[in-house]
């Protein structure tokens, strides 16, 4: 979609409302991008998505370990979805949807990220 992955960023901001005096706990309730899906052989291969949330989630950890209250974080999305400004061209969930025929089949990252929970 041309947004910028920056990794470091979702670090810099935590640390900066972490500096604001009575912040409640931090919950992120949406982190995720949209990356070129192609299922094959029953597999998405989305190797980008992994890669993301490795990096993101090992900066909300540094920021974590430092200090900061992060009680939650929540993937965007579960499942690829309408999105309101681009239709249901970007896909940005952890499980594929075929949009023909409601089929769902879970991605690498899903499966990254339920062993990462684990």
Do not use: C
């Not at 920056?6 to 949406?30: S, V």
């Not at 998505?49 to 999305?77: C, H, M, P, T």
Request: charged share 30%; net charge negative.
């Amino acid at each position: 979609m041309g947004w910028e992955v920056y990794p470091e960023g979702i670090y810099q901001i935590i640390k900066q409302f972490d500096a604001y005096e009575n912040l409640p706990p931090i919950i992120i309730t949406e982190n995720g991008a949209a990356f070129e899906d192609v299922k094959k052989d029953n597999r998405v291969q989305d190797e980008k998505r992994v890669q993301f949330y490795q990096n993101y989630l090992e900066n909300v950890l540094r920021a974590k370990q430092e200090g900061a209250d992060i009680r939650g974080y929540f993937a965007w999305s579960f499942m690829d979805n309408f999105e309101w400004a681009e239709g249901y061209g970007p896909r940005f969930g952890l499980v594929h949807v075929d949009y023909e025929t409601q089929e769902r089949t879970i991605k690498d990252s899903g499966r990254w990220f339920q062993e990462f929970l684990k």
